[in-house]
């Protein structure tokens, strides 16, 4: 009956704790952008950082599959998943800028902060929970330290863009 969660490179069990992180850091980041009212809200970026977890984890069981197949005709580059995938997701962080004015553009963090989401999963699907973490950290402390500076010093009419 679970044959069908059989993983030949990912022990199963490791791919739960993977997602659940991803889950965990997708929302924790999206909801800093929730909260400040922005146009992507964290459930978004809950669906980016799972999905590419899952590509990362993709990636690798087939990459372990066409490595052990005897037909060599099929080939597999990790690097290109994480060029498309991080690619793909930058179109969806892209569509989050908007130029209000002639010198004024909103967005830019949720831009960013829901392309480095992916970035996440992808670190987080690969097993790299190190490199995960300290991502994490750095894109919530610039979130939300950087939001309380830029307010600090660019005052009120700053605030929705923040």
């Known amino acids: 009956m679970f044959d069908i969660f059989n993983t030949t490179i990912v022990p199963f069990q490791e791919c739960i704790i993977r997602c659940a992180l991803a889950l965990a850091f997708g929302m924790m980041i999206g909801y800093e952008r929730d909260s400040k009212k922005k146009p992507i809200d964290f459930r978004a970026y809950m669906i980016v950082a799972l999905t590419t977890c899952i590509i990362a984890i993709l990636g690798q069981e087939l990459y372990g599959d066409y490595n052990n197949a005897q037909n060599t005709i099929a080939t597999m580059d990790l690097g290109k998943i994480i060029e498309g995938t991080m690619t793909g997701i930058g179109f969806?962080?892209?569509?989050?800028i908007i130029k209000v004015e002639k010198d004024k553009v909103v967005g830019t963090a949720t831009g960013a902060s829901i392309w480095a989401s992916g970035?996440?999963?992808l670190c987080l699907g690969f097993g790299m929970y190190g490199l995960a973490l300290l991502a994490f950290l750095g894109i919530a402390t610039i979130l939300i330290i950087g939001g309380v500076i830029g307010h600090f010093?660019?005052?009120?009419?700053?605030k929705e863009e923040i």
């Open 153 to 158: 010093f660019v005052g009120e009419q700053r």
């Open 92 to 96: 969806l962080g892209a569509g989050a």
């Open 119 to 121: 970035g996440l999963g």
